[in-house]
């Protein structure tokens, strides 16, 4: 089957850790994003690759860094510079051409303590 | 990047015509404009896409005036699993792919 994975589903971290979200797609999409959702709120983008080996930052990037080594996987590592990383993280990647649909993971809800 | 504004929240019944209103007054030449649902502790799911009059799927309809400062994302005969958040999003090539959802609106659906 298509589509995007995300793992953990859920994860736990003591403050001060560096922590790495896995994204993996095999829809064969150049472009991939990460957002962040906290409760009762929207989505908001952290960063975005339009293709491998190139990324940039959204919105809130800061305490954040992302690699794309490969076309099919997006991870992002939350660093100890975050000050507020409890969140759910949603992964998506989109395909070029004429469609703007983006197809989302399942998330990964990080929490800190 | 056109920025987007949507009600916070709408309420309706079982059976009843639902739609929600979509203001993107920046809206570019190149934007096209995206629908996504999304449930408690699940990804975004997309709806519907348009540029400009009617779109028509067998989930929704999707409506643009001549000016496209303005969407409406129209869902039929709403059941209680339609309960969930609608967000509007405004899409172009021309912003490298960068893709920012608002607020969203958290739809209601009751008996």
């Known amino acids: 089957d298509g589509g995007i994975t995300q793992s953990p589903k859920y994860l736990f971290r003591k403050e001060g850790q560096n922590v790495t979200l896995s994204c993996e797609q095999n829809?064969?999409?150049?472009?991939m994003y990460w957002y962040r959702q906290d409760p009762g709120q929207g989505l908001r983008l952290i960063y975005y690759?339009?293709?491998?080996?190139?990324?940039q930052k959204g919105d809130i990037a800061e305490g954040y860094s992302v690699s794309r080594e490969k076309k099919e996987s997006f991870p992002l590592t939350v660093t100890s510079a975050q000050k507020n990383p409890t969140a759910f993280y949603l992964c998506?990647?989109?395909?070029?051409?004429?469609?703007?649909?983006?197809?989302f993971g399942p998330g990964t809800r990080l929490t800190v303590t | 990047l056109a920025k987007t504004t949507q009600p916070i929240s709408m309420d309706s019944y079982e059976g009843q015509e639902v739609n929600i209103t979509c203001s993107h007054n920046?809206?570019?030449?190149?934007?096209?404009i995206t629908w996504y649902q999304q449930f408690p502790s699940q990804g975004p799911r997309f709806i519907i896409q348009?540029?400009?009059t009617k779109v028509t799927n067998e989930v929704a309809s999707l409506f643009i005036p001549a000016d496209r400062k303005s969407s409406t994302l129209s869902l039929p005969r709403v059941s209680l699993s339609d309960t969930a958040v609608y967000y509007c999003?405004?899409?172009?090539?021309?912003?490298?792919?960068?893709?920012?959802f608002g607020t969203g609106t958290q739809l209601k659906v009751e008996l």
């Open positions: 998506a990647s989109r395909g070029t051409g004429g469609s703007y649909e983006q197809y």
């Open positions: 829809l064969n999409h150049d472009a």
């Open positions: 690759s339009q293709i491998v080996n190139d990324f």
């Open positions: 920046n809206i570019a030449t190149n934007d096209y």
């Open positions: 348009g540029y400009k």
């Open positions: 999003l405004v899409a172009n090539t021309g912003g490298g792919n960068k893709l920012t």
